[in-house]
């Protein structure tokens, strides 16, 4: 494979595709016998037992194209409209949902020749959004048999690394492949330090059971740019509160944090810059249609800003207008550019 140049390589789990459900009592998912977190892990069974609770209640569901990064990769190029090079390295499953999700990807003109086929099946996630809960959904999700890390090649894995701007992997990776990931953001740093310096490794911590897997030294070493809420950072890091977690993941002031706190807005710290970004407009609950992916697109929007060389400010700017429009939609992608 030839070294290609690009803006923004994302590396994921696996491919998986969302089942996006409409609001559902909290209560549900407790007398499922399943704890109310943001994100777990269940098996293909569960799912389709749940899946068939929910329409015997009337519950209707959309199916998307989804999974963290993979939202956000697609979530960038629509915004770059064309402008930006952006990759996915990721295994897909021999299957229509794998199929399915890398063509999702190719319609919003990510390159996906680092996609990997294997044997198996492709994921699933069940995203119900929650009422009566202080959580606003929760992911039930399934990986498939297929796994990025065991299939991936480290030569290919490097001429993706060596011309590109930012390389994000998804924090979920630490819940089951901590080794596995921590090896390979090793290598990412030794190219990183001996064939481009201008390599921003980043690292979105994904959901609070995952960041808790998390080594604070590690991320501090080989991490530049760490994106995740509140919650997530606070797992990570056991501080609740933006100031004591930048004292100690940034003490260096040469990191990028993405510090999001849902109705509170978030904070951006860009090395020794940081600002206080306030959250959207008010927006009536009947604009909410669909929460899953706002993270997501806020990431998006914050790096769309950053490889245009907007100040840290109108990054977020950028950022919350993405995640607002998001939340107004079913799924987690854009329709279309908003800047």
């Given at each position: 494979?030839?070294?290609?140049q690009f ?5 994921r789990e ?47 569901y959309?199916q998307?194209?989804?999974g ?11 915004l ?8 996915i ?35 699933l ?6 009422t ?9 999700t ?17 001429n993706?690394?060596i011309d590109?701007?930012?390389?994000l ?6 819940k089951?492949e901590q080794?596995?990931?921590?090896e ?9 330090t ?72 978030a ?32 990431l ?5 800003g ?11 700017e ?7 429009q ?8 854009l ?5």
């Open positions: 494979m030839s070294i290609q803006d923004v390589v994302v590396v696996t491919a998986i595709v969302d089942v996006i459900v409409e609001p559902t009592d909290a209560q549900f998912i407790m007398d499922e016998g399943l704890p109310l977190a943001e994100w777990q892990l269940v098996s293909r069974e569960k799912q389709i037992h749940i899946e068939q609770q929910l329409k015997d209640l009337g519950k209707k959309t998307m194209a989804g963290q990064l993979s939202n956000t990769i697609a979530n960038l190029a629509l770059g409209e064309g402008q930006l090079n952006t990759a390295l990721c295994a897909f499953g021999d299957d229509d949902l794998g199929q399915y999700f890398k063509e999702s990807l190719q319609n919003a003109s990510v390159d996906t020749s680092g996609m990997i086929m294997g044997e198996g099946s492709s994921g996630c069940m995203s119900i959004s929650l009566n809960s202080d959580l606003s959904k929760t992911m039930l399934y990986l498939g048999d297929v796994k990025t890390l065991e299939l991936i090649d480290k030569e290919a894995f490097r993706f690394c590109t701007r930012y390389l992997f998804e924090g979920y990776f630490f089951n080794t596995e990931v921590e390979l953001i090793r290598f990412a740093s030794e190219i990183q001996l064939d481009n310096q201008g390599l921003t490794i980043g690292l979105t911590l994904s959901s609070a059971n995952a960041a808790e897997c998390m080594e604070v030294d590690f991320i501090r070493q080989h991490i530049n740019l760490i994106a995740g809420n509140k919650e997530e950072f606070e797992a990570l890091t056991g501080r609740d509160n933006f100031e004591e977690v930048n004292q100690l993941l940034n003490p260096n002031k040469d990191k990028t944090l993405i510090y999001t706190n849902g109705k509170e807005g904070v951006l710290a860009v090395r020794e810059q940081i600002e206080q970004i306030p959250p959207a407009e008010y927006l009536q609950a009947a604009e909410i249609v669909d929460v899953t992916g706002a993270g997501d697109g806020f998006a929007g914050v790096l769309y950053l490889l245009n060389n907007k100040s840290v400010a109108e990054a977020g950028i950022a919350t207008k993405v995640s607002t998001i939340i107004k939609t079913i799924g987690a992608r329709q279309k550019p908003l800047v």
